[in-house]
């Protein structure tokens, strides 16, 4: 188990990196969730819980300065709880969101205290001309997250599935409802923070339109896609040579 | 001092050094100045080859470690035009070294717009939706589907920023407000964002109520009568309470979260949600 655990650990590690440099998005549940579902060898399941904890945060993304819960941390914890208790993906749902908003936590300290001593150990070195060092302290923080999210993982994978089991064992089948209808609902919070991330809100009759189309026609999500292609090149059509300045005054 | 280089232009080998420098733009982000020290690291390579003084170095380098924040993929834009302007300043000292950062501060805010709309708005959960139908049934395309959009989306828009922002330089900023390009691009990517998020919230909100009533002799459910009135009206409605109470009351995104999670709780005991 401890080498599984180290694996996780490690993916999820490098998942962070990946978030702070290539976003080649490894840290999404979906496929973090593959990752320790093929790591503790129930790739079903690890599939399974990725898709569900992504419904979850589907639209909760890093948008300007406001940090959200995060998805990567919570996921791999999930995913190893789901497969070591045997329980599915319903204790997934139940262990996601408490992981995801501690890993908010650290994500902001982080970001508010640690990176902050690192840049102005940066202005030190950008004032003497030091490139070697400005590189490195741009560099380090990143080294960094292996102690805030990698070690706690490895604890949590662990250790945890033994601690935890008997309490959730003792958890009333319920809440553990509840919980599953909760995080059936909680995308609604990450597309209402999507939604207001648009900044040309005059154009919100879109927004009725796609709506229109999935909920009375049961268009798939490719076939929205698709929908939107249209209306984009559509909208660019009948708005060519217009003056969009009252785009522009939104910025 | 610069040196007597007029025609002495970024290689390929730097740019590339620029583009793989500028994936590491948000390595070091934080609150005080965002993705500044990530942005004065991109510029190292140009910063090298023409400035030959430590305090010309050094005086580059901190013009760049100014506030700086946008979309972390777009922001090779404004990598790829700063290291045209730090190379014209430096090689012919014909505009102000004060401009480099207006027109980074500039470019902020609707590179940010239109980022948000087109990758995390569009592009993002449209792959993820159709990852999360093939890993529900089973298969690993999904993820693996998913993972290589997003790389080809990532690589690929730093590219186009870093090696056509250089070849472009301040004169696209000029050409990208004259024809109003990038205001007329965010308009395109709200478009497209409003339709997928309107679209979305239906098949990836899940909400549905068990309340059940009796009118005469029928027993009649309410979800039923909901899906024959407005299909998807709970989860439209669930999303547009969020929007309104983040909007309009400021609740934190995490509050939110965490009350409708309990709202899932209480709605199982009560049994009205399942």
């Known amino acids: 188990m401890f080498i599984e655990a180290l694996l996780v650990a490690l993916w999820v590690t490098w998942a962070i990196i990946d978030e702070q440099t290539f ?8 496929v973090t969730g593959m990752a ?9 399941t690890g599939l399974l819980v990725g898709a569900t904890v992504e419904l979850m945060f589907l639209a909760t993304v890093f948008v300007g300065t406001a940090v ?26 139940a262990t996601a969101l408490p992981v995801a908003l501690i890993g908010q936590v650290v994500t ?58 008997p309490y959730i064992e003792m958890i009333p089948d319920k809440i553990i409802q509840g919980f599953a209808v909760g995080g059936g609902m909680i995308g609604a919070v990450g597309f209402a923070l999507l939604l207001n991330s648009i900044q040309a809100t005059h154009l919100w009759p879109y927004f009725l339109i796609g709506f229109i189309v999935s909920a009375y026609l049961g268009i798939n999500i490719l076939g929205i ?7 984009v090149t559509l909208h660019s059509y009948y708005t060519e040579g217009k003056d969009n300045t009252k785009a522009e005054s939104n910025f | 001092m610069s040196r007597n280089n007029e025609t002495n232009k970024l290689t390929r080998k730097e740019l590339w050094s620029i583009y793989f420098r500028q994936i590491f733009i948000r390595s070091a982000l934080n609150f005080e100045r965002h993705q500044a020290m990530g942005f004065a690291n991109s510029m190292i390579p140009v910063i090298r080859k023409y400035y030959d003084t430590k305090e010309e170095q050094a005086e580059a380098l901190k013009r760049h470690m100014e506030l700086f924040l946008t979309q972390p993929m777009v922001s090779a ?41 087109l990758i995390n708005g569009t592009l993002r959960p449209l792959l993820a939706g159709f990852g999360i139908a ?63 998020i309107g679209g979305f919230i239906p098949q990836i909100v899940n909400m549905k109520t068990t309340i059940e009533y009796t009118a005469g002799e029928a027993v009649i459910n309410l979800q039923e009568t909901l899906d024959g009135l407005i299909p998807g009206i709970l989860p439209l409605g669930i999303t547009i309470l969020m929007y309104y109470l983040l909007t309009r009351k400021k609740a934190s995104p995490i509050l939110l979260m965490v009350l409708v999670m309990l709202f ?5 005991y009560l049994n009205i949600l399942g």
């Open chain 1, 23 to 30: 976003q080649f998005q490894t840290t999404r549940p979906l």
């Open chain 1, 108 to 165: 902001t300290l982080q970001l508010s205290i640690v990176n902050v001593f690192f840049i102005h150990r940066g202005d030190r070195y950008a004032s003497e001309a030091n490139f070697k060092k400005l590189t490195l302290m741009n560099t380090l923080p990143l080294l960094l997250n292996l102690l805030f999210y990698g070690l706690p993982t490895f604890l949590a994978v662990y250790y945890g599935p033994t601690y935890v089991t």
């Open chain 1, 68 to 93: 959200p819960p995060d998805p990567t941390v919570s996921c791999a914890i999930a995913t190893a709880f789901a497969i070591m208790t045997g329980k599915g993906t319903d204790i997934a749902v």
């Open chain 2, 134 to 196: 093939l890993a529900m049934k089973g298969s690993i395309a999904g993820p693996l589907i998913f993972l290589i959009g997003m790389t080809i989306i990532t690589l690929g828009v730093r590219y186009y920023g870093v090696f056509k922002g250089y070849e472009g330089g301040a004169k696209m900023v000029e050409d990208l407000h004259k024809s109003g390009l990038i205001s007329k691009l965010s308009e395109l990517s709200a478009v497209a964002a409003y339709v997928v």
């Open chain 2, 77 to 117: 834009i404004p990598v790829g035009i700063a290291a045209a302007m730090e190379e014209r300043y430096a090689t012919k000292k014909d505009i102000e070294p004060e401009s480099i950062n207006a027109v980074k501060t500039a470019l902020m805010g609707p590179l940010a717009a239109l980022g948000d709309s």
């Open chain 2, 264 to 268: 899932g709780v209480v709605g199982v």
């Open chain 1, 36 to 44: 320790v579902g093929l790591i503790l060898g129930d790739l079903k």
């Open chain 1, 225 to 231: 896609g698709l929908i939107a292609v249209a209306l």
